[in-house]
């Protein structure tokens, strides 16, 4: 079966290992069967930012800078300022920082172009491991997650960011929040059928989520921790495919 390249390419590879090896290995072997690689706190603060050089020197094109800013903004400029310098494809901020955070975030971001392009930039809404009940009792949020999530959707494109980190269970409302068809939903807390949900409260299956308006997965363990990664990866984008047609 011959898979579409717009297929593969959606799938983000969550890199959650300690060492630069295991990090050099996984991306190695997966450069051919997924469009990105997402570096997390994980190994960043093993190997520090010199992870990222890590990552493209074994093969990666595009890597998914994923440190979650959140501060105040002129801290989250400088931070990204270095950021936008790395050639990273995408990087993360919190959307509860507020909308002159995430403003400045973007502006910084758009002022620091290499090779005339710039990193995206992504707004967290609800972290994919807050339950319902989590939400309201721990964080002192009223309401339901769907309508928290679409409000902190909206204050991000309100704010310039190109598109948000939101779970595969949010994704139809926001699509029906925001009409505009470029405005990126990437989504964590993706299981294939009979994977183990994790520390993952609300998942849903790459299909489903591609169904529902996702524009890109980001999937960790069960490619990463598989026996076979590489026949993990092709099995998501056949399914990816699959949803697709």
């Not at 996702?214 to 990463?224: D, E």
Request: proline share 5%; net charge negative.
């Amino acid at each position: 079966m011959t898979l579409s390249p717009l297929a593969k390419e959606r799938i983000i590879v969550a890199i959650d290992v300690e060492t630069s090896a295991e990090a050099a290995q996984l991306v190695s072997a997966l450069k051919e069967e997924v469009g990105v690689f997402k570096i997390g706190l994980e190994l960043l603060t093993s190997e520090g930012p010199g992870a990222l050089d890590i990552l493209q020197n074994a093969g990666a094109g595009k890597i998914f800078y994923d440190v979650k800013l959140h501060d105040i903004p002129n801290t989250v400029a400088g931070a990204m300022r270095g950021i936008a310098k790395s050639g990273a494809w995408c990087v993360t901020v919190h959307t509860s920082g507020g909308f002159a955070m995430l403003k400045a975030a973007v502006s910084t971001a758009k002022q620091g172009k290499v090779n005339g392009s710039r990193p995206l930039v992504l707004g967290v809404t609800v972290l994919t491991s807050i339950s319902q009940d989590a939400l309201n009792s721990e964080l002192n949020v009223e309401g339901e997650i769907t309508r928290q999530v679409v409000r902190l959707a909206q204050l991000a494109q309100k704010a310039g960011c190109d598109g948000v980190i939101a779970s595969p269970l949010e994704i139809s409302a926001i699509r029906e929040a925001i009409s505009n068809p470029e405005f990126l939903i990437v989504t964590p807390g993706v299981r294939p059928a009979g994977s183990a949900p994790g520390d993952q409260a609300r998942v849903m299956t790459p299909g489903d989520a591609i169904r529902a308006g996702a524009s890109y997965l980001v999937i960790g363990r069960p490619i990463t921790q598989a026996a076979d990664p590489v026949f993990a990866a092709r099995s998501i984008a056949e399914e990816i495919a699959d949803a697709l047609r």
